[in-house]
């Protein structure tokens, strides 16, 4: 529930004074102030802030509200803030946390701290947290709450509503209490809002959803989100595999997902973890790039390789060298478009067995229809350029080739990709760029030697 | 509220039952089909099929659920869609539709139709049309329903209760009922399950949360995607600037502004729009593409008249055109991680006044270190690959400057653009590539002329 509009001036207002108060040791001043920030505020702001401020200010914070606030914080940051707590500190953060997020926690400690923690905790945490840390990281089962409000069929709602007066507050984001039997099989579901509207002497049978079937805890947190994204739930009841009720899943943690899976395709393409942390060290940042900086330094070795194929031509005509980088650059940004596309398309489910091949044949022409105008266009703009309409129709053809290989290749690699259960979006743009740099300059080389040199 | 569980699998099965039934004309059997599937589970059929099946499946569902499957499609295709149907059929799927996505489908029809579609409406679905109408695209007002129920401070619970069980079923998403004063001003919310746990003898005021305030109805979409995901709102009210309650924004609407958001990132990068629909017809789609290769062709020509200006070097070393590509490759994908971080940063709203320098400084410190590192290691590729020692150390330079320049650039390209309020996503990546590409081969061809003529 909005308590209090916040937007992203304002928060850049505050990050000012916070850093201002910072700058003038008003120390105290600043404890003051992130007292009365709610935790996601916090959060933010450490998100926001360099490393220097970070480290002052998580001293600052309440250790009451640490808890709350990793909750909050991506999981880059979240890592390397709990990395410095004190197993005990870990212990009474643990204390508040929900679930899920307990066990994402305790998932990236080191072993004798994890232990330590353990111990330190209450045999009731100590029980949710072994539960939790049953389920495999980016199942519907990791990202479940256990706090779920339950029901008999077979009770009339007035007796419903007493009991909920005398059990109090409802959890977080309740819309629908969950009916399920003696075995705690899940047999449907009663929205909140109908209790409100429902006639009391109902029984709970009456008005309950009958046909809600529970996610089950095994399925991957994606396709659950597709699955709120898809039906516009608010909650959903998490099954095991009797359907017997085992939690439930609150939008909340959904539109995480929902966020992490489309940063994870966007950072992807581009080489990098979505985890990544913005105001992270340099020399941590600069190690994390390396390896996808290597894979490229390998790819630009093996498409000079083409060129040096071609020493020969490129001795004699100076022009073939310097024109040879537009036909591969035409052909990568044609090809990141369709894969851009296709990696989507995977992302949301939409592309399956009976699409598939559709698709490439639809990108293929694309890709041939591209070539067929951009290799006219680039004809007739080096014809003018360099006056010569021979080398005018190398390049023009060298394009029909790569650009319609470009089609084929954004479309046919991340689904190639996917079968071989390798990440299209991470690995998707690199091996494409490959192949239309090696293809690019193959085609225009080719072609120049041979018409060139013979 | 879960009706049915339907994963990807069963999804990729009934498009595939679909596919058979309307390739053998059972058209019976398949209006049967549609007909027995929720709205949104049609509408992913219709964006997971190519374009002859979904003319055929669109023929063949029923005119009744019309709004609601359009409610559901991505934008490309509802435009497309909407286009076709009669203006009587639009207004009847209009008078099922949400305020907020009736006014998007108005949006987008040309004059003429706009006109007669809202003389077959009733005067009250008018009356809802043209206050929606009255809100800017992406903002808070567009995204907006009207359907708020109220509650006055002084009233006590159990008249509430008993006025709710009298009202009948709330609005979809409702978990707080709103309270005004008589000028429609709002005073806060109670939520509703707080009605059902708090003593019936309270009053309206005793249990509303009083701090709530509103979001302004001109605040950006995505502004207000942040605060929902900053403070796990399941819905949140919209005021004007009299503190005027108009409406309110549910987080079914903000799950489908933060995938367009993401989605605007990634396929923004690639040079594509975010509204393109993956099964689209190939010459509308090769059209849309063309404006981006059009602007690569001339980012490729200005990099090949770089290169033209070193055509003496070029002329008599070819081993320098073999491996002149390298630099720019290596310097692309290294900028490329940086712009990639920094727009998510800023859709994010992390980044602002406060840190956008450190952040400048912190990626050109990434940029130089790479810069050390990669110079090093191409260095002794190509001395080890060429056995020349002089050019290992010509491409290690190059590499050294361009990497540091790729750095600034990725970090302060985007920040520069958002400035002049252009779209850092889309803009970013082609301006970015070509610095790269021209300071790397100005670099690369420059120290060669200056060391290898002189």
Same mark, same amino acid.
């Given at each position: 529930?909005?308590?209090?509009?916040?937007?992203?001036?304002?928060?850049?207002?505050?990050?000012?004074?916070?850093?201002?108060?910072l700058?003038?040791g008003?120390?105290v001043?600043?404890?003051?102030?992130?007292?009365?920030?709610?935790?996601?505020?916090v959060?933010f702001?450490?998100?926001?802030?360099p490393? !220097? &401020? =970070?480290?002052?200010?998580?001293?600052?914070?309440?250790? +009451?509200?640490? /808890?709350? %606030?990793?909750?909050?914080?991506g999981?880059?940051?979240?890592d390397n803030?709990?990395?410095?707590?004190?197993?005990?500190?870990?212990?009474k953060?643990?204390a508040?946390?929900?679930?899920?997020?307990?066990?994402?926690?305790?998932?990236?400690?080191?072993?004798?701290?994890?232990?330590?923690?353990?111990?330190?905790?209450?045999s009731?945490? !100590? &029980? =949710?947290v072994?539960q939790a840390l049953?389920?495999?990281d +980016?199942t519907? /089962?990791s %990202?479940?709450?256990?706090?779920?409000v339950?029901?008999?069929?077979?009770?009339?709602?007035?007796?419903?509503?007493?009991y909920?007066?005398i059990?109090?507050?409802?959890?977080?984001a309740t819309?629908?209490?969950?009916?399920?039997?003696?075995?705690?099989?899940?047999?449907?579901?009663?929205?909140?809002?109908?209790?409100?509207?429902?006639?009391?002497?109902a029984?709970?049978?009456?008005?309950?959803?009958s046909?809600?079937?529970?996610?089950?805890?095994g399925?991957?947190?994606?396709?659950?989100a597709q699955l709120f994204?898809?039906?516009?739930?608010?909650s959903?009841?998490?099954i095991?595999?009797?359907?017997?009720?085992?939690?439930?899943?609150?939008?909340?943690?959904v539109?995480?997902?929902?966020?992490?899976d489309?940063?994870?395709?966007?950072?992807?393409?581009?080489?990098?973890?979505?985890?990544?942390?913005?105001f992270?060290p340099?020399?941590?940042?600069?190690?994390?790039?390396s390896?996808?900086?290597?894979?490229?330094?390998?790819?630009?070795l093996?498409?000079?390789?083409?060129?040096n194929m071609?020493?020969?031509?490129?001795?004699?005509?100076?022009?073939?060298?310097?024109?040879?980088?537009i036909?591969?650059s035409m052909?990568?940004?044609?090809?990141?478009?369709?894969l851009?596309?296709v990696?989507?398309?995977?992302?949301l489910?939409?592309?399956?067995?009976?699409?598939?091949?559709?698709?490439i044949?639809?990108?293929?022409a694309?890709?041939?229809l591209?070539?067929?105008?951009?290799s006219?266009?680039?004809f007739?703009?080096?014809?003018?350029w360099k006056?010569?309409?021979?080398l005018?129709?190398?390049?023009?053809?060298?394009?029909?080739?790569?650009?319609?290989?470009?089609?084929f290749?954004?479309?046919?690699?991340?689904?190639?990709?996917k079968?071989?259960?390798?990440?299209p979006?991470?690995?998707?743009?690199?091996?494409?760029?490959t192949?239309?740099?090696?293809?690019?300059?193959f085609?225009?080389?080719?072609l120049?030697?041979?018409?060139?040199?013979n």
């Open positions: 529930m909005p308590v209090e509009v916040l937007d992203n001036e304002l928060t850049d207002q505050r990050l000012n004074q916070l850093t201002q108060a700058g003038s008003m120390f001043h600043v404890r003051n102030m992130l007292h009365d920030m709610a935790a996601s505020d959060a702001i450490l998100e926001s802030s490393p !220097r &401020t =970070r480290q002052v200010l998580w001293q600052l914070i309440d250790q +009451d509200h640490t /808890g709350e %606030i990793l909750d909050e914080l999981e880059e940051l979240k803030l709990i990395k410095q707590m004190s197993p005990e500190r870990v212990a953060a643990a508040r946390m929900d679930t899920d997020d307990l066990a994402y926690i305790l998932r990236s400690l080191p072993d004798s701290v994890f232990n330590q923690v353990l111990q330190s905790m209450t009731q945490d !100590r &029980t =949710r072994e049953s389920y495999p +980016d519907a /089962g %990202i479940m709450n256990t706090d779920t339950t029901l008999r069929p077979d009770v009339n709602i007035d007796v419903i509503l007493r909920l007066r059990r109090g507050k409802l959890p977080e819309d629908t209490l969950y009916v399920v039997d003696k075995h705690d099989s899940l047999l449907g579901g009663v929205r909140i809002s109908d209790l409100l509207t429902c006639d009391p002497n029984s709970v049978r009456d008005i309950m959803a046909k809600l079937e529970g996610i089950p805890v399925m991957s947190d994606s396709e659950v994204e898809r039906h516009d739930w608010v959903a009841p998490v095991g595999d009797d359907n017997r009720l085992l939690g439930r899943i609150t939008i909340d943690d539109v995480d997902v929902i966020r992490e489309a940063e994870h395709s966007m950072m992807g393409m581009a080489g990098m973890d979505d985890d990544a942390d913005t992270g340099v020399i941590k940042s600069t190690l994390q790039r390896l996808w900086l290597t894979i490229n330094l390998f790819a630009a093996l498409a000079a390789s083409v060129s071609f020493e020969g031509t490129l001795e004699q005509f100076a022009t073939i060298a310097i024109l040879m980088t036909v591969p052909g990568g940004v044609a090809g990141n478009q369709t851009a596309l990696i989507r398309g995977i992302a489910g939409q592309i399956g067995q009976s699409n598939s091949r559709w698709l044949g639809k990108e293929l694309i890709g041939f591209n070539g067929v105008l951009w006219v266009l680039v007739l703009a080096i014809w003018f006056g010569d309409i021979a005018g129709g190398l390049i023009g053809g060298a394009m029909l080739i790569n650009m319609t290989v470009a089609g290749a954004g479309a046919s690699i991340p689904l190639l990709l079968k071989m259960n390798i990440d979006a991470l690995a998707g743009g690199m091996v494409l760029t192949v239309t740099d090696v293809i690019g300059l085609a225009f080389l080719g120049a030697t041979f018409f060139l040199l």
